[in-house]
């Protein structure tokens, strides 16, 4: 006789993705938990707590859309929120949701075993001490950008400042922002020049005594846009909220910006120009995500658009020495992700601030007082790592997870990441990824997006949970043919193309220089009807119970 769980489901991690997909568990009438590996829900936004980190989607479509009393309720007083008011928003959500009964926090999972005899998973957490729990179905919302990385620089850890990574950072205790430290008139050191390096350096050259950015790679950032909310404006869009919505889930990544359905080479060079100078002052992503429809596919159009940006970093940087060290070499605009940033470009204007080109002198090591170059050594009290993440499947190889057989996850994903929609591995029943390798929300806005792909999920545990099943999984023909499809779709993207962590290359960690197949980039719209088509189709490629589902049929 098999035993019966501690749970029907259990969802690790609560960011914005797991607490939804949690509420929706609970709501079907599943007994569940939620198990969080911090003291607090939020996920990246509990963690990322640095200065100047904030969100590079416009506020209002940074949110849960199903919530109709929230979205009145709620008022956003910047159009591009900071960290501490998203992580309000969400603490705000969660009291709708009435959700944090059902959470065990500072429960990091250490190992997810499936157990065959019973048919369920048997979890392990960090803290030795803890019971095993048992789970028949296991969702893992762990986040895409969730495992942090350092970098892989001799006497990383001998350094004897204050050091932060900042997806690390201290929190305010009291309160939803970053701890109150103090950087004034120090000399401070900020390693990587991603998303988030270029938050923090524009906060804290404003304050540094002596700010020294180490820049390996330059990145192609382009002006957020960012102003207070006004009333008025909010006012218009809770009357207007259908149409803000309609607009994200017409759109490729779930973003209110719309490709120009012209390829740049067939429209005139003075409109051309034109376009894509109010594009560059447009707000958030109009650039990457609403400029000609073929920049981010064709190499003569996407030259085109980077030398157009190459000259609005020529015209910002005083000094065309360090100019040219700021424009990128080695990837055209928007292959990699865009960081978007507020007088970033002028910081290198600053008497305070000096740039470290990692090209020319490579870093050596760290030591107790601070980095020795090539070239010199130089003294800092502050080192921050702004070295990003072992990004989209890092966090699920953080934890060991086995499915039947005791087959690894992370050793075949070593191998190569083949996944059924995103969502599951064959080999591996009842265990579900959101927002992970080859899913839909990933490469897209993910609040909007990981929240179409819960509430597809929640119709398929309806489903389970109507007749009865005990085990779902996908077929090794569906998985083969989702990979196949994401494969094809990625290789016609320039991105899929160029090294970045959209396509798995960390220089960080070792055996990770090659491309893989990690996001689905069809976009949302094609995303959403594959799950309709899959649903309408008897849940096409699943199996329950063991038994043969119908053919996954060609994804295309
Ligand atoms: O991380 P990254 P991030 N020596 O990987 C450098 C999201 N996000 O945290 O490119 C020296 O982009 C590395 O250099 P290189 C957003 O999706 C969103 O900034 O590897 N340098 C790079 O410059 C984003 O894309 C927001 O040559 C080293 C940097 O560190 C994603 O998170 C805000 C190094 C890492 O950049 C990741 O962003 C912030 C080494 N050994 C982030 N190792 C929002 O707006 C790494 N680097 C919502």
Redesign the pocket.
């Known amino acids: 006789m098999t035993k019966t769980p501690d749970f029907d489901a259990v969802v690790v991690g609560m960011g914005i993705t797991g607490l939804y997909q949690l509420y929706r568990l609970r709501e079907l009438g599943y007994d569940v938990l939620g198990l969080e590996a911090s003291d607090n829900l939020g996920g990246v936004w509990h963690q990322n707590r640095y200065p100047g980190?904030?969100?590079?989607s416009e506020s209002e479509i940074y949110g849960y859309f199903w919530n109709k009393e929230l979205m009145q309720e709620f008022n956003w007083t910047e159009r591009f929120a900071a960290q501490p008011e998203v992580l309000r928003y969400i603490h705000r959500a969660a009291d709708y949701m009435d959700i944090r009964k059902d959470i065990r926090f500072n429960a990091r999972v250490r190992s997810a075993t499936f157990d065959e005899a019973n048919g369920y998973w048997t979890l392990r957490l960090q803290d030795e001490g803890s019971a095993p729990l048992t789970t028949r179905f296991f969702f893992s919302a762990l986040g895409p950008?969730s495992a942090p990385q350092m970098?892989?620089?001799d006497g990383v850890h001998t350094f004897k400042g204050e050091t932060y990574h900042?997806?690390r950072w201290p929190r305010d205790p009291g309160g939803f922002g970053p701890a109150k430290l103090d950087f004034s008139g120090k000399r401070v050191a900020v390693?990587?020049?991603?998303?988030?390096?270029i938050?923090v350096i524009q906060e804290l050259a404003k304050v540094a005594g002596r700010l020294t950015i180490?820049q390996?790679?330059p990145n192609w950032a382009t002006p957020l846009g960012n102003g207070p909310m006004s009333q008025e404006r909010m006012d218009h869009i809770k009357a207007n909220y259908d149409r803000f919505i309609a607009a994200c889930d017409t759109s490729i990544a779930g973003f209110p910006h719309q490709f120009i359905e012209k390829n740049l080479q067939d429209v005139a060079k003075d409109e051309r120009d034109a376009t894509l100078e109010k594009l560059y002052h447009g707000p958030g992503f109009s650039l990457w995500l609403g400029a000609y429809q073929d920049v981010l596919t064709d190499t003569k159009a996407n030259a085109y658009v980077s030398e157009f940006v190459a000259a609005k970093i020529r015209q910002r940087v005083k000094d065309p020495k360090i100019a040219e060290k700021l424009i990128p070499r080695d990837h055209g605009f928007g292959v990699k992700?865009v960081p978007?940033e507020t007088k970033y470009f002028e910081v290198f204007n600053q008497d305070n601030v000096d740039l470290i080109d990692?090209n020319e002198t490579p870093?050596e090591r760290i030591d107790k007082t601070g980095i020795q170059t090539t070239e010199k050594h130089l003294d800092f009290d502050v080192i921050i790592f702004?070295?990003?993440?072992d990004a989209i499947k890092g966090s699920w190889n953080r934890i060991d997870i086995r499915g039947r057989g005791g087959r690894r996850l992370r050793e075949m994903w070593d191998n190569e990441v083949k996944t059924y929609m995103g969502l599951q591995v064959a080999d591996f029943p009842n265990f579900f990824m959101l927002v992970g390798p080859q899913n839909g929300a990933t490469f897209c806005n993910i609040p909007r997006c990981s929240a179409l792909v819960t509430d597809w999920v929640t119709v398929l545990m309806r489903h389970v949970r109507s007749e009865g099943i005990k085990l779902v999984e996908p077929t090794e023909e569906a998985q083969d043919s989702w990979t196949s499809y994401c494969a094809h779709l990625l290789s016609k993207m320039l991105l899929g193309q160029t090294n970045s962590?959209f396509t798995g290359v960390n220089?960080?960690i070792e055996g990770r220089n090659k491309r893989e197949t990690l996001l689905f980039v069809g976009g949302n719209p094609k995303f959403r009807q594959y799950c309709d088509s899959v649903e309408a189709d008897n849940f096409r490629g699943f199996k329950f119970d063991g038994g043969v589902a119908r053919a996954a049929g060609t994804a295309a």
Do not use: E, H, M, Y
């Not at 980190?53 to 590079?56: A, E, G, L, V």
């Not at 390693?191 to 390096?197: A, E, L």
């Not at 702004?386 to 993440?389: K, L």
């Open positions: 980190c904030r969100i590079d950008l970098p892989n620089v900042t997806a390693i990587g020049t991603g998303s988030s390096g938050q180490f390996r790679s992700r978007l990692l870093i702004a070295t990003g993440f962590w220089k960080n």
